[in-house]
C-alpha cells in the first residue's frame, strides 16, 4: 500500500481528526437512515421483537467494527448482508433447539405454530404500533412466510429496501441472474397468495 | 404488458404497507434503536478500536526478550505438541470469524511493508 493509499485509508478509518468526524458522521447517518426499518425486516424474520432488536444491534455493531473504512456505497450491501446472515442464524439455532426439545417430548414442533403463544405479552404491546401494522401488512406478511427463504431475502432487499440488482446480489452473495429469477418468482408467489387482497395490492 | 403493470402497482403498494409499518413503530423501539446505534458507534472510538494497538509495547518488549535470546546464543525449544495446542486454543477462543483474515491479511501486508517492522525483523532473522 502506497503512503498517499494508506494516509486515505487512515482518514477513511477515522484514524485522522478530521477524517474521523466525516466517516463517523457518515456511518451515524446511514444507520439511522435503516435502523427502524432493518428493525421491522428482523422482526418478520424471527418474530420476536428483542430478537430483532439484538439482531439489529450487532448487525450495527459489526458493520463499524469491519466495514466502517468501507466506502460509503458499500455499506447497504454489506449491512443488509450481516443482517440476514444473522436472521438466518437466529432461525436456525431456533429449529435446532425446537428439534431438541420436541425430541425430548413435551414442547410442540416449529410446525406448530401457535399465535397464542407466539402474541407478544401485553407489556410488550404497543398501540400505535399495534395500529400501524394493519391488515395489509399482516396479509404481506404471512404470505413472504410461506415462500422460500431467498425469495423472501430477494424481495425484501429489492422491494422494502430499495437496493438495486447488483447490491442485492452482493447483500445475498449470488449472481445477479439469481437475484432477478428470486425475486421475479417472489412477486408472482405473492401476487396469487394475496389475490383476495385485490384492492390493497392493486389485482385486478 | 398489462400483467408488468399489475406486478408493478403490486410491488407499490408492498412497499407502501412496509413503509407504513416503519412509520408506526412506537417510541420506545425507535429509542432503543438509537442506543444501539450509540453503541455499535463506540466502535470507532481509539479505545475500542485500537485494542491491538494496546498491545503494541508488550509485543516490543516481547520482540526484544527474543533478540537478546538469540544474541546469548540459544534457541528457544517449543516443543511442537504445545505449538499445535497452541494455535488450536487461538482458534478455539477466536470470536472473529474467517471473514476478517482478509481484512487482517490487508493489515498485515501493510505492516510489513514498515521499515520499523522490516529492520526489528532483520534484528531478529
Known sequence: MTGLALSIARQEMGLDGEGALDSGAAIEAFLKD???RAYRIAVMGVRDRDEAFDIVQDAMIRLVRRYAHRPSVEWPPLFYRILQNRIRDMQRRRTVRSRVLSFFGGMPSEDEFDPIVEAPAPSNENP????AADD???ALERALESLPTRQREAFTLRNFEGLDVAQTALAMNCTQGSVKTHYSRAVHRLREVLADHGEEYGNE | ??????ASRFEQSAKRAFDESVAGLDGATRSRLTQARYRALEELKPAKRGWQWSLAPVGTLAAAALVAWFTIGQTPTVPGDLQGSVGDLE???AEEDLEMLDEELD?????????EFASAVDGVG
Open chain 1, 136 to 138: 395489509a401488512m399482516r
Open chain 2, 107 to 115: 493489515f498485515y501486508g501493510w505492516l510489513e511493508e514498515q521499515p
Open chain 2, 91 to 93: 482458534l478455539l477462543l
Open chain 1, 128 to 131: 400505535l404500533e399495534h395500529v
Open chain 2, 1 to 6: 404488458m398489462s400483467d408488468d403493470k399489475d
Open chain 1, 34 to 36: 435503516v435502523e427502524a
